[in-house]
């Protein structure tokens, strides 16, 4: 019986004692100083990124920080605020005048016409911003935003990584493409094509 509680008291001693021997740190601190994010030791993906203009993703607290590749370099009308100088009730009345100004090669093949039009994402007085359902004005680099208002299961996919692209390496910092950099917002079905064939063969041979 003695030696039990003998063997009870070294226990209780040992499993109590809260600094590492010979160290005089608390456990606590070690563990936490092991976990705590190590910038992957300096390597970085940078040299592989090419200088890419970017953004960081806003909206997902949860998340370690990335960013977006910019889409204003790409974007071929911006800044649209060049002829977009007033509201554009006004423009478009003046197109109804005197004819179509711009834009024509440019139609809706999206989600149906009572539930999407130009200004389910396009603001009316500042072009250069895109707008969600509720109104709030979004930048045209963070137009995830405006599709994730939709797509939830695709923009949760996208910024956990299984939806989408990443440039670079592996190494951080993670850079990911938009939406727009694949899906035309206009027409976003991606095209069935034909499989990548050897060179010099016809589509004939290919489909004997
Ligand atoms: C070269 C001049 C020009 C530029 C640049 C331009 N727009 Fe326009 N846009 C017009 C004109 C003019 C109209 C009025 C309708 C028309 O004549 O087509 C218009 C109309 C629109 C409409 C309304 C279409 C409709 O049928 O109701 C949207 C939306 C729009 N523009 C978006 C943009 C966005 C977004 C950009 C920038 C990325 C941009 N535009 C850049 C000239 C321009
Ligand atoms: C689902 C949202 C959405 C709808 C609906 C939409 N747009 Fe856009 N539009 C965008 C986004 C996002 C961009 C920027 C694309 C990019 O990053 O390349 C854009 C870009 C543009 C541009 C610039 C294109 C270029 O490459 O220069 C014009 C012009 C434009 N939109 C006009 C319109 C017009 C006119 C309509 C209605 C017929 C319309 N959009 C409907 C989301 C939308
Ligand atoms: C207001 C809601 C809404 C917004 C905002 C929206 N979408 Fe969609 N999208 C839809 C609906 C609805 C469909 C389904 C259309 C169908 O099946 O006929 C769709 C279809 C698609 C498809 C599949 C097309 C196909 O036929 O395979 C893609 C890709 C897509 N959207 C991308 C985007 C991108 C990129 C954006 C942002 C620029 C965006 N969507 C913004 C409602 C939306
Ligand atoms: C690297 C290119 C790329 C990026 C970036 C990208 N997608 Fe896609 N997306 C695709 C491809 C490829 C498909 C599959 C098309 C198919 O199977 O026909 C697809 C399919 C879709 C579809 C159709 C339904 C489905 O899941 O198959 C939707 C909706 C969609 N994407 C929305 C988005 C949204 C929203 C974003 C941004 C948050 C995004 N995509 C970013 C390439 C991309």
Redo the contacts with the bound molecule.
Sequence with gaps: MNRLFLLLLICLGSCSRKEVPGHGQHLLELIKEATEPNSNAGVTGEQFLDGVERVKAKGFPQMPEFFVASRTPKIERFPCGRCHDQPLSKLVQRSADEGKKAHWSLTLQHAPANTMACKTCHGEDKMDELVTLNGATVNMNHS?QV??QC?S???KD?AGGA???RLGGWAPPRV????A???NPHR???E?RLPARKENTTVDEVTR
């Design positions: 995830y599709c994730g797509h299961k695709q923009i996208w939806h989408g692209k990911v493409n938009n939406c950099a694949c899906h976003p079905a991606v069935s």
